[in-house]
């Protein structure tokens, strides 16, 4: 079966500019989570969906952070506009219910 | 909310070594995962073990729930086995350990 997939592998944008990730789960799984992961550190739970429900967005900075699951398929993230602090790789993962998740390949993103 | 421990932090071996990696949690958990992180930053699934214990080729994990602790053991380790293990967990909600980097040596 095809993967996660995510888009673009990397970025880089000056700050103030948005930029926008682009996540395609695997076929059928009902749950989506978008992750952050700084240098040297453990992922970052984001946001979680329940199909097209966002069930847990308590870490998602939401002045600049916002997020989509359209028809709860494919999900977009977006900062806007984005800060030096936000450079990191952006994970995306999908799971039928909450059992064993699967990870994308991960957007890098670079704001110089 | 839950808090989840990894030990050691670092650790370097040589080829065809025996390593064990531990994961202690604050709170009774749903779910708890080991995922290795090549260098690449590519995660990959090991084991989905809630409790238990399970084995796939050279490595098995073991988790006790009521004592609160996963291990996850590797033996006769491989370069190829280089990276940082994560064991994350799922309460109330998801969070992943802070990692053991794993360095082996040729």
């Known amino acids: 079966e095809a993967g996660v997939v995510q888009s673009p592998r990397y970025k880089i944008i000056e700050k103030k500019q948005p930029v926008a990730f682009w996540c395609n789960p695997i076929s059928g799984h009902n749950t989506l989570y978008w992750y952050r992961q700084n240098l040297g550190q453990g992922p970052e739970l984001l946001i979680r969906?329940?199909?097209?429900?966002?069930?847990?967005d308590s870490q998602l900075p939401k002045d600049r952070f916002s997020a989509e699951r359209l028809k709860g398929v494919d999900s977009t993230l977006k900062i806007q506009p984005a800060e030096l602090g936000d450079s990191a790789v952006y994970l995306c993962?999908?799971?039928?219910?909450?059992?064993?998740?699967?990870f994308g390949s991960g957007t890098r993103l670079t704001v110089v | 909310g839950i808090q989840v421990e990894q030990s050691p932090p670092d650790l370097i071996l040589q080829e065809g070594a025996n390593s064990t990696l531990r994961c202690n949690f604050s709170?009774?958990?749903?779910?708890l995962q080991w995922f290795h992180q090549n260098p690449w930053g590519q995660l990959i699934n090991l084991f989905y073990i809630p409790s238990g214990t399970k084995q796939n080729g050279r490595l098995s994990a073991t988790t006790v729930a009521t004592e609160r602790y996963s291990l996850l053991y590797i033996s006769s380790s491989q370069t190829t086995d280089s990276g940082v293990y994560f064991c994350t967990i799922y309460g109330q909600n998801f969070v992943f350990g802070p990692g053991t980097r794993l360095s082996v040596l040729p």
């Open positions: 993962a999908s799971s039928f219910t909450e059992y064993g998740y699967t």
């Open positions: 969906y329940e199909n097209e429900e966002a069930v847990d």
């Open positions: 709170d009774s958990v749903n779910n």
